[in-house]
T-cell receptor, first 112, second 115 residues
Framework: SQELEQSPQSLIVQEGKNLTINCTSS?????LYWYKQKYGEGLIFLMM?????EEKSHEKITAKLDEKKQQSSLHITASQPSHAGIYLC????????????FGSGTQLTVLP | DSGVTQTPKHLITATGQRVTLRCSPR?????VYWYQQSLDQGLQFLIQ???????AKGNILERFSAQQFPDLHSELNLSSLELGDSALYFC??????????????FGEGSWLTVV
């Protein structure tokens, strides 16, 4: 979706390295969701951010929401092969409705 | 396991045929969403139901329809199938809580191949 741009499209990192994935919206965000997907499988919910400046962490994954920039970043610390997959951001552009518009995804490969 | 159950996991059918995909939401979730994921279009919202009523429509073709039943399970009906309908179809359900907000969980998807 052009309303939601994800970058980079793909990322190859060495195990143990840190990495960041960005998701930028052209519209006001009412909620920003991060999911992880293995090819052909279901989406695994990671985190949801609602308020500007909000930051959430789960294990080695941290997500932040910059309200001014209408942008979210997903940061993985000390990456592991288990982090490999497709990371998708999904945006809610309405406060009441929760249908999500998704970015095109970031393919992450972690080399052992 | 997200708690959202979809059947069948895989389906192969011929052009012109009709199929029904089934979804059982997480226990207690009133909202059900359907999404289509294809290589060229990415992940796109199709339709949302809330407690049996249609709440929102996205890029859903007229050949497709959905409904949510009183027990909250949902079905997505795809008819007059074309090769381009081949995709991974996801169901998602959501629950709202004051602390976490509106968390949306996805099922494993139904792979549809039209030949």
């Amino acid at each position: 979706s052009q309303e939601l741009e994800q970058s980079p499209q793909s990322l190859i990192v060495q195990e143990g390295k840190n990495l960041t994935i960005n998701c930028t919206s052209s519209k006001t965000l009412y909620g920003l969701y991060w999911y992880k997907q293995k090819y052909g499988e279901g989406l695994i919910f990671l985190m949801m951010l609602q308020k500007g400046g909000e930051e959430k962490s789960h294990e080695k994954i941290t997500a932040k929401l910059d309200e001014k920039k209408q942008q979210s970043s997903l940061h993985i610390t000390a990456s592991q092969p288990s982090h490999a997959g497709i990371y998708l951001c999904g945006a809610a552009f309405s406060g009441s409705a929760r249908q999500l518009t998704f970015g095109s995804g970031t393919q992450l490969t972690v080399l052992p | 396991d997200s708690g959202v159950t979809q059947t069948p996991k895989h389906l192969i059918t011929a052009t012109g045929q009709r199929v029904t995909l089934r979804c059982s939401p997480r226990s207690g979730d009133l909202s059900v969403y359907w999404y289509q994921q294809s290589l060229d279009q990415g992940l796109q919202f199709l339709i949302q139901y809330y407690n049996g009523e249609e709440r929102a429509k996205g890029n859903i073709l007229e050949r497709f329809s959905a409904q949510q039943f009183p027990d909250l399970h949902s079905e997505l009906n795809l008819s007059s199938l074309e090769l381009g309908d081949s995709a991974l179809y996801f169901c998602a359900s959501s629950v709202f809580d004051r602390v976490g907000g509106n968390t949306i969980y996805f099922g494993e998807g139904s792979w549809l191949t039209v030949v």
